[in-house]
């Protein structure tokens, strides 16, 4: 496929991103207000627009979070193409839909980590994804027993052969 081509189409999925976090954030954001009658539903979707169009001129925080450390890159690591951001894209666009269509709360951000990951591990064989680097960041979710520990690292395997079985050929 032509580079100038797949710019074009992963400038398309991160505005369709950018939609989906919009639409999904909002509800999450404004279903209090509106179901306690404190907003009226226009008057809460036109507050998050333009809160959320100003803050993404404010701060860059989320951005910097997402992007220090979370995958190994450069030289023995990920090389960050386009059709990975095009993977990461498409993985967080789906999450989005997938949890906006069954009421499911969760934040667009997480589904991006969940997509840079993924298509790290999916592209490179897991050697983008420094688990030292990222197991704090997943331990955060469960209790501190070393038995939960185990769970997740079974499952993360299990996942990682799976994917692998999918991927080749």
Known sequence: MDLTLLVIIVIGLALLFDFTNGFHDTANAMATPIATGALRPKTAVLIAAILN?????????????ISGGLIKE???????????????????????????????????????????????????????????????????????DPRAHAAYRAAAERQRQLLRMLVVP
């Open 53 to 65: 169009f100003v803050g993404a001129f404010l701060s860059t925080e989320v951005a910097q979070t």
């Open 74 to 144: 450069g030289e023995g690591g990920v090389q960050i193409t386009p059709e990975l951001i095009l993977a990461v894209l498409i993985g967080a666009i789906v999450w989005n839909l997938v949890t906006w269509l069954f009421g499911l709360p969760s934040s667009s951000s997480h589904a991006l980590f969940g997509g840079l990951i993924g298509a790290a591990i999916v592209g490179f064989e897991q050697l983008g994804v420094p688990v030292r680097g990222l197991e704090p960041r997943i331990a955060r979710v469960f209790h501190p």
